[in-house]
Nanobody, 119 residues
């Protein structure tokens, strides 16, 4: 199983980006998925979470600006980021609990995708 994160880039303050986290391989089901971010010299922090039933949660710093969603048919989770601020600059990572059988679940990390918010 692999997670592929994509969609990062350079954007001006106030702009938008949409990140994607696509899972591939022998997948029975994708359960909880998180987006994390890590700025230079700082710890990796959770940004948003989506459960298998679609329940979502957000860090206070992004609530109202970011939206996490999932397309189960495509094994993909998205992070729509609006009203971006310079402090959102970081490497963004997806993390997922994936079942490869009905009884076996493992945790996977995607590679990071850089988001830079600057004028």
């Amino acid at each position: 199983v692999q997670l592929q994160a994509s969609g990062g880039g350079l954007v001006q303050p106030g702009g938008s980006l949409r990140l994607s986290c696509a899972a591939s391989g022998d997948i029975f089901s994708i359960n909880t998925v998180h987006w994390y971010r890590q700025a230079p010299g700082k710890q990796r922090d959770m940004v948003a979470t989506i459960l298998k039933d679609g329940t979502v949660g957000y860090a206070a710093s992004v609530k109202g600006r970011f939206t996490i969603s999932r397309d189960n048919a495509k094994n993909t989770v998205y992070l729509q980021m609006n009203s971006l601020k310079p402090e959102d600059t970081a490497v963004y990572y997806c993390n997922a609990d994936i079942s490869i059988t009905a009884r076996a679940q493992s945790n996977f990390w995607g590679q990071g995708t850089q988001v830079t918010v600057s004028s």
